[in-house]
């Protein structure tokens, strides 16, 4: 959000009128007045906010990753509304913990991917081996990961620490686009830390490209 537009929301919650620019270059502006609001801002960015802004928040939240139990309580309950039926727990269990503690990948994705599957079988029911077959096709292993983080994962075992820059032109990826959507999950469960410029493998993170069979795909790819 531009800094135009944060200090229109903060007169809107000073004055209570909201003033809309009446053109691009214009200068004027139309009023509208305001009843009585309760404003709530999310952010995964909140350096980005003015403070004068941020400081208006009467309740400040900060929001954590869900666990792998109330993740598999929320599969289930989606499951249940959609009437979905399945096999048995584990398979909740499996779908939660290969979502990388986000609802919208267990529900959206995985739970999804999996019944798809079981219908391509004739199956109005998961089974285990249809959540083995649709994390397969997904190419997401045990912990969650996919392709793109193991090669993430790959490419700085080779080097055991490497800058953003080296990683972002060996997988061809803009380096934004790694800090914001590869890295965080990866920082989050301590495949990788960071130091200074510099990302540097953890042994967890060197046991995940050793063991893993789904990383050989990559290994081989010229």
Known sequence: MNAISQHILLTALSEKKLYVPAGISSISSHIISLANFTMILATTHEYQLQ?????????????????????????????????????????????????KKTPRLALNRNLQTCWHVAQSHERNLITLEDTKEAFKHLQIDENGLDQ?????????????????????????????????????????????????SLRIITQKGTDHVANNTLTEGYKNDP
């Open 148 to 196: 793109l983080d193991r090669s993430y994962l790959t490419v700085l075992c080779e080097y055991g620490k490497a800058s953003l820059g080296v990683l972002s032109s060996r997988i061809s990826l803009p380096a934004l686009t790694i800090q914001r959507i590869v890295e965080p999950y990866l920082l989050q469960e301590g495949f990788i830390v960071k130091e200074s």
């Open 51 to 99: 403070d004068a802004l941020r400081n208006r928040m009467r309740i400040y939240c900060r929001l954590t990753y869900y666990s792998d139990e109330v993740l598999t309580e929320i599969v289930r309950q989606r499951a249940i509304a959609l009437g979905w039926d399945y096999e048995s727990d584990e398979i909740l269990k499996i779908i939660a913990q290969r979502a």
